[in-house]
């Protein structure tokens, strides 16, 4: 170590999809109850995408059984991202969720934290941004500690709505910005920061497919260069980041063990 900060990086692989699915089920599961027990509530930032629905759905499942025991009494449920479009849009974060999960689980509505990507993209992380300070009672340049915060990781590196060489990557003060991506079509987005995310108690990311596999090797174990792989900023103040992977997304990573878990250690 050369006066850096030393980051451990644990992985799990999983042979496909649907035991990544189940993984990262019980992975949610332990880290609710662990929460639950040590402070009396839960709040969780989730992603979206195609990845993390299946684990959605099996969460929802009262056939499966993650559902019956998951704190959702006492859970606070947040979003990482979002895409400015309104909730009901194809493309929505929140409508994916709702699908998957939220219709068929008992949360209370005043317990689901959506960012209202239907607004203009400035009033909707400024109205996310006022929901954060209120609920977390923060005060003066306070950050709000999640529990756990889920995320994912694009072919290009990008994480939450961390693109390449946006705006986004270069805000420290706040805590929530609307980010232009221009690589999306100039799609329009609204994101937590990276500060905000490494903040929390606990940080995971669900990665699969050999598309990601490059990527994710460069992110973990090549320079850094963070304006081009963003989700090299992702740097938990733990000093722990989880990863649930499958085998195809770890085909380029150091192998496991028996169990199916690596590790890695990076410095800044």
């Not at 722990?240 to 992977?245: A, D, E, F, K, P």
Request: glycine letters at 8%; charged letters at 25%.
């Amino acid at each position: 170590m050369r006066g850096g900060r030393l980051m451990k990086i644990k992985y799990y692989v999983e042979p496909d999809p649907a035991a990544l699915a189940r993984r990262a089920a019980q992975y949610f599961l332990e880290m609710a109850r662990e929460a639950v027990e040590a402070r009396g509530r839960v709040r969780i930032a989730i992603s979206g995408g195609s990845t993390p629905r299946a684990t959605f759905q099996l969460l929802a499942d009262p056939k499966q059984p993650w559902r019956g025991h998951m704190p959702w009494d006492n859970l606070d449920l947040y979003w990482v991202d979002e895409r400015c479009v309104p909730p009901d849009h194809a493309d929505s974060n929140y409508r994916m969720t709702r699908e998957a999960l939220l219709d068929h689980v008992p949360l209370k509505p005043e317990r689901i934290h959506r960012i209202h990507g239907e607004l203009e993209p400035e009033a909707a992380a400024a109205r996310y941004e006022s929901e954060l300070r209120n609920g977390f009672r923060l005060e003066g340049a306070e950050s709000p500690r999640f529990d756990l915060v889920a995320l994912g990781m694009g072919s290009d590196g990008h994480t939450a709505s961390l693109f390449p060489h946006t705006e986004a990557l270069h805000e420290l003060g706040r805590l929530v910005v609307a980010n232009t991506v221009p690589q999306q079509k100039e799609s329009r987005r609204v994101t937590l920061t990276w500060p905000v995310i490494n903040h929390s108690r606990s940080v995971f990311f669900l990665i699969a497919g050999a598309d990601k596999a490059a990527v994710l090797s460069e992110v973990l174990t090549g320079s850094r260069d963070v304006e081009r792989l963003p989700s090299q900023l992702i740097w938990p103040s733990s000093g722990i980041l989880t990863l649930i992977l499958d085998k195809a997304a770890a085909a380029l990573l150091p192998a496991t063990d028996g169990e199916g878990c690596g590790f890695l250690e990076r410095e800044r």
